[in-house]
């Protein structure tokens, strides 16, 4: 297919579509692998990441987008974008160097979670444009350091050694909370962390709070237990009941032994009985 023809369909895509397509490229940030398609560079991602997410709140923020709700949803979507070629199903073959393989087109399109996808569609011009501007201004700027002027110059080297401190007081916090955790261990078990999330994936406030805690391992999560309450097959019942049925004759047949051998214990007694009052 020709790169007119991909420009074509993609100016015939519905505007809601192009929504999508902007949303997963530019903004959802799912992960993209780099392969060579072609001899050339290509970004390509797996279809459960698009699934996420189109199914997260990012996504349903936003206005004027087809609406996904579930899983096929999502699915059904990903596939109405196929025929627009903003991204068509690829094959992955072998490693050509690290971290890139190579990749192929395959004929038969449609979208599943568990294949690659490579992308057709640029990133968005604008931001990379802005991107590389920015990146060539502080390259500039730290080139012609020596030609700013002494305030900027005292600014910067006063905001370079405030940077300098924070990072020693995090690495230095870190120390002092394993001494306290080490000391603790040992005196007050089972230990005690001053700022228990320090390194948890939380806000930075949240970071400090609580002050100090317990170390306890968190609560082990319980296997879920299959319900009794699920179908059984005809033949794992049937099963069952010659169990229950076998069950049950075995103890009437129990029960009658028992009954025979105390009837046969008691006639034994009263012959005994009968012989010793002839004796007497």
């Not at 890139?100 to 599943?112: D, E, G, T």
């Amino acid at each position: 297919m020709s790169s007119q023809n991909m420009k074509d369909n993609h100016n015939n895509a519905p505007p809601e579509l192009k929504r999508v397509v902007d949303f997963l490229r530019n903004k959802s940030g799912i992960k993209v692998r780099t392969g060579a398609l072609g001899g050339k560079r290509v970004d390509y991602f797996k279809g459960k990441s698009a699934v996420k997410a189109l199914l997260s709140p990012q996504y349903a923020k936003l206005a004027s987008v087809p609406k996904v709700d579930s899983t096929e949803s999502a699915t059904a979507l990903l596939h109405s974008l196929i025929p627009h070629t903003f991204f068509l199903r690829i094959a992955r073959g072998p490693s050509i160097s690290s971290g890139v393989k190579a990749v192929q087109i395959v004929p038969q399109q449609l979208f599943s979670p568990e294949e690659y996808y490579v992308w057709l569609v640029d990133p968005n011009p604008v931001r990379q444009l802005l991107l590389a501007v920015g990146m060539v201004a502080v390259v500039l700027a730290g080139v012609m350091f020596p030609l700013w002027p002494v305030k900027m110059r005292i600014g910067v080297w006063y905001l370079s050694v405030a940077v300098l401190g924070l990072i020693a007081a995090f690495f230095g916090l870190a120390i002092v909370r394993l001494v306290v955790w080490l000391v603790t261990k040992v005196v007050a078990r089972p230990g005690i962390w001053i700022f228990p999330n320090l390194f948890a994936d939380v806000g930075f406030v949240d970071s400090f709070i609580p002050a100090w805690g317990w170390d306890v391992p968190p609560p082990k999560k319980s296997r879920s237990k299959k319900s009794s309450s699920s179908p059984t097959s005809p033949e794992k019942s049937h099963k069952k009941k010659r169990r229950a049925k076998g069950t049950h004759a075995d103890a009437e047949e129990l029960v009658e032994e028992a009954t025979e051998g105390a009837a046969h214990e008691e006639g034994g007694a009263r012959i005994e009985e009968i012989l010793d009052e002839e004796e007497e």
